[in-house]
């Protein structure tokens, strides 16, 4: 092998490694759901009068658990200061089991450096399959189950899915950036309230 070519293998070499490095908790976190047994149990809560633990989301197939943050403004400074704390809820969209758009979105991968304990909590989300369920709960602490209708991978600046439908449906959206330790596109999960 002459010195050219040497010198292009250890430059892809050292990039893969500062990639696998720099996105180790995503990956760390890919790992243990192939590998690992079922996924978390939600709260138990068969009918609407019984409480549950307030503002907080469940994806019992990925093993994800999030607290829902609330922000009163639509600025990036607020929306990242809420997610070092969990999930954020999409400021004027719907309220969980209400009509609307409830439109929730968290980080798949962000910076090693960065603050906060959610800072992949979303890093499964693309494994989410048609008809899996998704939990939530309202401030008050009642919990609304969701089933999962589609997923697509869309522009980081369509802002069509924050649409409230005009009431008519009860929808829960989930978003976070795609691929893996980019920003360049946004994969979301739509889901129906059921009822």
Known sequence: MNQKYKIIFFAICGTLVLFAVANFPYLWKNFRYHTS??????????????????????LPSLNIQAPIKYVEEASDDAFQEALRAGVVHFPGTALPGRPGNVYIFGHSSDNLWAKGDYKTVFALLPQIKIDDLIEISDPEGYKYVYKVKETKVIAPNDAQYLDQKKNEYKLLTLQTSYPIGTAFKRFIVIAGLVE
């Open 37 to 58: 047994g079922p996924g978390i149990a939600s709260p138990d809560s068969s009918s609407f009068s019984e409480k549950v633990e307030p503002n907080a989301l469940w």
